[in-house]
Every structure is written in C-alpha cells, then in structure tokens.
C-alpha cells in the first residue's frame, strides 16, 4: 500500500478487508468447482492483488444486522420479483398498448450511502422501475416506472420504493436510520402528499 | 419423472419470460419504457432457467456455477439499465408523450432558476454550463 493514498484505507478496519478478500477467494473456488490447495492458494494471491489494484473506497456498514428482518425482505424481494415479472410480461403480451410511463423522485429518509444503493438496487430488479438519476446529497432517487398515468399509480410506485426503505434499514440501517424511520414512519404525507 | 416436469415447465417459463422481454422490447413506446421490458421479466426468465438445470444436475459444481451466474446477473443489471436509462434521458432520448410526469424535469428546473436568480444577484450571468 502506497502511502500517498492514506484517506482511503482510513475507515476500513483489517476485518472488512478479511471479509472482501474472503468473498473474493470464495468466488475463485467455486469458478474452478474444486476446493484444493491450488484453488485456495491462487485465489488468496489473486484476491490480494485485485484488492490492491482495483482499490475501491470503503463501505460504511452501519455495524447492525437483523437476520429476521433480513429474511422478510428476502421473501418480500422474491415475491415481488415474481408478481412484477409477470405484470411487465403481461404489458408486452397483451393487445393494448402500455400507457405513458413517470420519472418520480423519491424523498428518502436514510442518509447512507450503501442502503441508498441497496435500495435503488432492489428497485431496479423488481420490474416495473428503473433508476433515472440520484441525488446523493440530498437523497433523492428518481425512478422511471413504467405504465403510470394516474395519481394513484404514481402513489402505489412512491409507496413501494419507501417500503423498499424500510425494510432494508429494518434489516441493517444504523440507529440513526430506524431514528428517522420512526420520525417520518408515513413519508407520503409529508410534503402535502408532493415531492 | 416429476423432476423431469418440473424442470421442463420451468424452463417453458423462462423461455415465455424471454419472449415477453423480446415482444416489450417491440412493442414499448419509448427508451425508458424499453428498458423495463429489455432487462427485467429476464430477470426471473434466468432464475427459473438455472432453478431447472439444478434440478436436473444437483451437483455442487453445478449449484455453484449458477450461484455465481445469477449473483453477476443481479448485480449488472441494475447498473446497466441505470446507465443506459440516465444517458437516455440526459441526452433528451425521450417522448414527452409517453410520460405523464417528469419530477426529475421539475427538480432540474427549480434548480436551474436558483442558479439562475443567484447569478443575476451577482451580476455574473455569461458563464453557462448545462449539468
């Protein structure tokens, strides 16, 4: 590690960097579908050497994990994925022509980096909403969602993303995320039903 | 046998999922619009794909191999649509007809007549530059 670059590795304890580099081997042994000796030594080597390379800026992880909450928005995830798979396949097969689309924003109450991204993620993959652009100082998302010409669908869209939300810092948002999740617990409602 | 049928009803799913993605593709109006059908029912069409292939191969080195393709899918698709949909709208790749409201336009436009006020306030209003 270079010294010229001393901002980056502060913040990241040796524990983080063991656990990168400990997916990182993991994903070596199962690409070579052998765990032997080489497999590990190589993908330790390789590892090392794509960390330092490739050096990404560290993730803040909020230091709290809810396996329960984790698991619910596992399921929820996979539900959604079906129910809107099958929706937007219905757009494409049936004989109308699917309505005009919004570029919704939505206010998010978190302020961290990496549950705004887990959050835009997870919107992405479920059909239906797809991220335009993010305003991370503000903490705004906007979301093209597709088939949404009326209020009512533009509020169910709102609603989902801050679902999306809430689930994620129930499952590790920092204390002071599940703060501001008490604070604003209906965001809706908070500008005067806009923006 | 039953495993036989349910792998082949779920890759007859993902298939159809395919073809969903391929007809949207045609059918959807505009870019953004586009870009929901080209990467998404995909999504879930590659999930049932690798479900049957597991069902039909229940090997580690299998399992693995499918882990791997669908966690590289799950974390490349959103990035991708995000990239091509903020190029598209950035570039003005869009048909007004097909949104009924834009708040991205409206936050831009607030924006833009902040800087602008500020610069009249400072009397400084040549230098331009569109973000």
């Known amino acids: ?195 | 046998m039953i495993l036989d049928i349910i792998s082949a009803v779920l890759i007859l799913l993902g298939g159809v999922l395919s073809l969903a993605a391929a007809l949207g593709l045609l059918r959807f109006g505009d870019l953004l619009s586009r870009m929901h059908a080209s990467a998404k029912p995909q999504v879930l069409g590659l999930l049932v794909v690798a479900l049957a292939i597991a069902i039909q191969f229940p090997t580690w080195a299998t399992v693995t191999t499918l882990a791997i393709v669908i966690s590289f899918q799950l974390v490349t698709i959103p990035v991708a649509t995000h990239m091509v949909g903020r190029a598209g709208y950035r570039t003005k790749h869009l048909r007004r007809s097909m949104l009924y409201r834009d708040e991205l336009a409206e936050a831009v436009d607030r924006a833009e007549a902040r800087e602008l006020a500020w610069e009249r306030q400072r009397g400084t209003g040549t230098d331009h530059h569109d973000g």
């Not at chain 1, 502060?10 to 000796?37: A, E, N, P, T, Y």
């Not at chain 1, 305003?135 to 949404?148: E, K, N, Q, S, T």
């Not at chain 1, 169910?156 to 679902?163: I, N, S």
Request: glycine residues 6%; charged residues 15%.
């Open chain 1, 1 to 195: 590690m270079s010294p010229n670059r001393p901002r980056m590795t502060k913040g990241r304890s040796f524990v983080q960097q063991l656990v990168l580099v400990f997916f990182l081997v993991l994903l070596w042994v199962m690409l070579w579908d052998s765990v032997s000796l080489l497999s590990i030594l190589t993908g330790v080597i390789l590892a090392l050497v794509v960390t330092r390379v490739f050096y990404l800026p560290p993730v803040v992880l909020s230091g709290r994990f809810n396996i329960m909450h984790a698991a619910v928005f596992g399921l929820w995830f996979v539900y959604s994925l079906v129910h809107a798979s099958v929706e937007v396949a219905w757009f494409a097969f049936r004989r109308r022509a699917v309505g005009a689309g919004s570029v919704i924003a939505c206010d998010l109450r978190t302020s961290s980096d990496l549950l705004m991204t887990l959050i835009a993620d997870t919107a992405s993959l479920i059909p239906g909403s797809i991220i335009i652009d993010s305003d991370r100082a503000l903490g705004i998302l906007y979301l093209h969602v597709l088939d949404c010409d009326s209020e009512e669908k533009i509020r169910t869209a709102k609603a989902q993303v801050y679902h999306i939300e809430e689930l994620l810092i129930r499952a590790l948002g920092s204390h002071r995320d599940l703060a501001a999740l008490r604070a604003i617990p209906d965001p809706m409602h908070q500008h005067g039903g806009e923006g």
